[in-house]
């Protein structure tokens, strides 16, 4: 991967973590200072847009390195990174389209469902990122490579 593309699928995927994580700690995390208000804390709003705002340039960033560095690697059978990578990139898919899916459905047991589908996978794709980037540092320390192309 070039400098760029690591930049940009660590920024976007930090942001949208951060974003989404605060957001579920407004939403689920605190009562409403008021018995009829709509929100939990005043910067509930922000983040949650933030978080809508951010996470498309994610899936932009994941697209930049789609061909060259997932796709390349799933081909070439490599070993270094294999199970965090797949991972992380089966848990893209039901993330992204739970995430469409929360700001249009209006039924409430579906819109939990994306909901929890949407946070469960989240954290999945987070962790699963977290510890690909740890297992191919590793890796490439013990090849004695120490490039960090992955």
């Not at 973590?17 to 407004?26: H, I, K, W």
């Not at 995390?29 to 983040?47: K, R």
């Not at 996470?55 to 965090?84: D, E, K, N």
């Not at 946070?119 to 013990?142: A, D, M, P, Y």
């Amino acid at each position: 991967m070039s400098r760029f593309e690591r930049w940009a699928v660590w920024t976007t995927s930090l942001l949208t973590a951060v974003t989404g994580l605060a957001y579920l700690g407004f939403k689920y995390g605190l009562e409403p200072v008021e018995p009829w208000a709509v929100i939990n804390h005043p910067l509930q709003p922000v983040v949650l847009k933030a978080h809508i705002v951010v996470a498309p340039l994610l899936l932009f960033a994941l697209g930049l390195i789609t061909t060259r560095h997932i796709w390349r690697h799933w081909r070439s059978g490599a070993a270094w990174g294999r199970r965090s990578g797949v991972t992380t990139v089966l848990a893209t898919a039901p993330m992204v389209l739970s995430g469409y899916l929360i700001q249009v459905l209006t039924a409430a047991p579906l819109l939990a469902a994306a909901a929890w589908t949407h946070i469960v996978t989240g954290v999945v794709f987070s962790v699963g990122l977290g510890l690909h980037q740890v297992v191919v540092r590793k890796g490439n320390g013990e090849r004695g490579t120490g490039n960090g192309k992955t």
